[in-house]
Structure formats: C-alpha cells, structure tokens
C-alpha cells in the first residue's frame, strides 16, 4: 500500500504564495503519475495539476499560469508551487499517485491518496 505524506498548506494573503509536497513511502511498486486535486466545501474534488513520468504535464484552466507542478520519480516526490493565491484556491489539496501513465478528470479516483491539506487565502 503506498502512503502519500503532503505538507506545506496554511494561511495565506490573496497575492501570496504557497508550496505543497508529497512524498511517497510504503509498498511502492512503481508510480508514473502524480498530481494534485483540491476539494473546497460544498463543491466537486478537482483537478488541479498532474505530471507524467514521461514529462507529460497538465495544469486546470484555473491555476495555469499561476501554479507549477514537479515531481522526482525516483523519490516519489511531487511538489505544487503555487503563486499569485486567489480566495477561490481556498480548498483542501490533495496528492495522488498512480501506477499508471493517465490523464486526470475531476471523476477520478483509482490510485492512492494522501489525507489533505489546507489552503486558506484571505482577500
């Protein structure tokens, strides 16, 4: 079973920036895909970002632009770095993993994933 470990959200100014980590233990036989999806109340988990093995990378119309994501493999490693906050990223964020080489929808929920964690911007 793979354990996905993220760290990095809080509180935050609208304008300010935030990076988020994942970090990958346990039973892991191989991961291609990692990625981050965000759920914020009473609204649909989304995707936020995703990047390939292969170096294939895909942002939502919403962050491209303001956030970048990036990964180490080898470490099981994926951070979000993410800038010019906007009261709307206000979300619970969310790491995934997957074994597989795939692209991300809102709907999906194959995989493993981490407990959460919070980003808050204030206007």
């Known amino acids: 079973q793979v354990h996905l470990a993220e760290s990095g959200g809080g509180l935050v100014q609208a304008g300010g920036s935030l990076k988020l980590s994942c970090v990958g233990s346990g039973h892991i036989v191989r991961i291609t895909t990692m990625g981050w999806f965000r759920q914020a109340p009473g609204k649909q988990r989304e995707v936020v970002a995703g990047i390939r093995d292969d170096g294939r990378i895909m942002y939502s119309d919403t962050v491209k632009g303001r956030f970048t994501i990036s990964s180490d493999f080898a470490k099981h490693t994926v951070l979000l770095q993410m800038n010019r906050l906007r009261p709307e990223d206000t979300a619970v964020y969310y790491c995934?993993?997957?074994?597989?080489?795939?692209?991300?929808?809102?709907?999906?929920?194959?995989?493993?994933w981490g407990q959460g964690t919070q980003v808050t911007v204030s206007s």
């Open positions: 995934h993993a997957d074994p597989e080489r795939v692209y991300y929808s809102d709907s999906y929920a194959l995989g493993s």
